[in-house]
């Protein structure tokens, strides 16, 4: 596998001896026991602890291994083979349950998330994984979207599932002609759930996405992948625990939606994938 890691301070190549990455200016970053590298340094930060928090880590992990998004995380393994991509940066990968699917289809994968709970999590479950020829295409990175830890084109696809979209940093990270996957929730995705849960439900607006990253990238292709859900009271505290609700709405609302001991409703995605058109 090649090295692709950059160090964030001085934007050299990192090169891993031993248990520790390490550029030409020796500025070194030790690798957890867990398997993943922190290269969120203390100049890029702007909280003690960002991105999701361990409950919703947690919640996030019960949730997928239940199977619930899986039309979604096989449509995007599906979308990355039909481009034959070598090198994949999935940025905002969380505890790692579609990373884990574009391990098998692509031979080297860097993943990075902010939240450190959430990269400890997803490696150490791909190094425990029985299937450990996962756990060894995967590097695993705490590390920012404002400063992407790989070099400059180094990467043939991006992704960004559910996840911000640091628009410079992705155009210098990927090769020419380099490509970008998003998801983003479709119009009407859990929609059930918000009624539920909030006075005004708005309908999400996926496209305004691909005119965020015009024209610098231009769209090849749009999917939407529906699937129906009938949640126990498990899986619904763990949908809501998982997603911005969890915070966003009223407690006593949150409250009469969880004791429901199932609720039945749609979750629905917009799968984009996007061509980077500069050199």
């Given at each position: ?7 964030p301070?001085?934007r050299?190549?990192?090169?891993l ?5 390490q550029c030409e ?5 030790d690798q957890?026991?867990q ?16 991105g999701d928090t ?11 291994q ?5 039309p979604?995380?096989q449509a ?5 083979q ?17 990373t ?14 902010i ?27 705490v ?6 830890p ?17 628009k ?7 090769k ?18 918000r ?33 129906d ?9 763990d ?9 966003k ?16 409703l ?14």
């Amino acid at each position: 596998m090649s090295e692709l890691l950059m160090c964030p301070i001085c934007r050299e190549a990192l090169h891993l001896e031993g248990k520790t990455w390490q550029c030409e200016n020796r500025h070194s970053y030790d690798q957890a026991k867990q398997g993943y590298v922190n290269l969120h340094v203390v100049q890029h930060k702007n909280s003690k602890s960002p991105g999701d928090t361990p409950d919703a880590v947690a919640a996030r992990r019960r949730f997928l291994q239940t199977g619930a998004y899986q039309p979604l995380q096989q449509a995007v393994s599906e979308l990355l083979q039909s481009i034959s991509s070598k090198a994949v940066l999935d940025i905002g990968c969380g505890e790692g349950y579609y990373t884990q699917a574009m391990a098998d289809v692509v031979p080297q994968v860097v993943a990075v998330d902010i939240a450190k709970s959430a990269v400890q999590t997803a490696a150490k479950q791909a190094h425990q994984s029985n299937e450990n020829h996962k756990a060894q295409n995967i590097t695993w990175v705490v590390g920012t979207g404002a400063v992407l830890p790989v070099l400059d084109q180094s990467m043939e696809v991006c992704t960004s599932l559910f996840s911000p979209l640091p628009k410079v940093e992705m155009l210098r990270v990927l090769k020419k002609r380099g490509y970008l996957i998003i998801v983003t929730p479709a119009p009407q995705h859990l929609f059930a759930m918000r009624e539920a849960l909030f006075d005004e439900v708005k309908a999400h607006e996926p496209d305004k996405f691909v005119t965020q990253m015009s024209p610098e990238f231009s769209l090849i292709s749009k999917q939407i992948i529906t699937t129906d859900l009938d949640l126990d009271q498990q899986q619904l505290k763990d949908l809501i625990a998982m997603t911005p609700y969890a915070w966003k709405a009223k407690a006593y609302k949150r409250q009469a939606l969880e004791v429901q001991s199932s609720f039945q409703l749609s979750a629905s995605f917009y799968l984009f994938l996007l061509q980077k058109c500069v050199d």
